[in-house]
């Protein structure tokens, strides 16, 4: 008589899964940057979402042409000028922008699938984030009133050799020369400027900031930004040097405080209703602008090569 054949089963892996409770995540989105601009400038508050710049008005280089009088002390009683300093009568006004998106959420999914996060705030924060990057973008590259469009043409350099070196950022800071604040350039662009400090053998010392370490050039920091653009057909972006605030006469953002809804300065998040089709709306906006107080606190390099390669054996 053949014996009794013992069959072994075990509960399978994939089976076992589905009693399981699985450890969920918040969506992460690669899309979302440090942003180093925003926290790098001084924030000016307006009323009304204007700003309005009166500058001197300049007729000379040296300065508005005022008389200013000094006498050797020989002369006790000197005829002292009448002068005064004029000021431009067609000041220039800022208007503050809007970056705007619209959510919009179906009441059952928010309703029902709520938990371990609430749909509605997951969704909020993700595209407030999405306006923020927005933000940063414009306020280098709006046709108005961002950065690049705002440097004066005598602000204006080119590299000597297409990629960015030592005697190029030394050029840069001989129009920022004033108390510059930062440089501001795609990372690809820092990239290729600490290649050539590298091959001159004058590798960069960096500084932390924000509890980041930023490389530096004459103690000046390289602040990356992804919306600085490469254009791609010539492999070329630019490097800004920026001085930033009032007291300086430097580059200032704009915001409103006290919007209806806010959430953060000048950034409102406002329920819009609920529609007929149970889909929830909600309203983002986020409101800045950017002026450059005097032509000397901005100035730009053209041309920069980012991803040129040289054998320099």
């Known amino acids: 008589m053949a014996e009794d054949t013992e069959i072994r089963r075990t509960l399978a892996e994939g089976a076992a899964r589905q009693l399981a409770n699985a450890t969920k995540t ?14 790098l400038l001084q924030w000016t508050p307006v009323e009304a979402g204007i700003f309005r710049l009166n500058r001197v008005k300049d007729d000379h280089e040296d300065g508005p042409t005022a008389d200013v009088q000094c006498s050797p002390p020989k002369d006790r009683d000197p005829d002292l000028p009448e ?22 959420v179906q009441t059952r999914v928010s ?3 709520s938990r371990p996060f609430d749909q509605i705030q997951e969704q909020l924060r993700l595209l407030i984030e999405k306006v923020k990057e927005r933000q940063e973008g414009e306020l280098i590259n709006n046709p108005e009133y961002g950065l690049l469009a705002n440097v004066a043409p005598g602000q204006r350099i080119t ?37 050539e400090c590298t091959r001159r053998g004058v590798p960069p010392p960096t500084v932390t900031l924000f509890g980041t ?17 490469i254009d791609e057909a010539t492999g070329t972006s630019k490097i800004l ?4 605030g009032e007291k300086k006469q430097g580059v200032v953002g704009l915001f409103q405080p006290g919007v ?25 906006s ?16 053209d041309h920069v090569e980012v991803d040129q390669y040289y054998d320099y054996a």
């Open 241 to 244: 040097l920026i001085r930033t």
């Open 111 to 113: 309703d029902l699938y």
């Open 286 to 301: 986020l409101y800045c602008s950017l002026a450059v107080l005097t032509e000397d606190a901005l100035a730009v390099l």
């Open 26 to 39: 918040r969506a992460y989105w690669g899309g979302i940057t440090p942003r180093w601009l925003v926290p």
């Open 83 to 104: 002068t005064f300093v004029d000021y431009d009568d067609r000041p220039r006004e800022y208007f503050l922008n809007a970056v705007t998106t619209v959510l919009d």
């Open 213 to 229: 370490p930023f490389i530096t050039w004459r103690g000046v920091p390289l602040i990356p930004s992804d919306k600085v653009a």
């Open 260 to 284: 209806p809804g806010e959430v953060a300065p000048s950034l409102s998040v406002r329920f819009m209703g609920i529609n007929r089709k149970a889909i929830a709306s909600y309203l983002i």
């Open 159 to 195: 590299t000597r050799k297409g990629r960015p070196t030592p005697d190029d950022l030394d050029d840069l800071l001989a129009k920022v020369w004033k108390e510059p604040s930062f440089f501001l350039a795609h990372p690809r662009a820092i990239a290729a400027f600490g290649r």
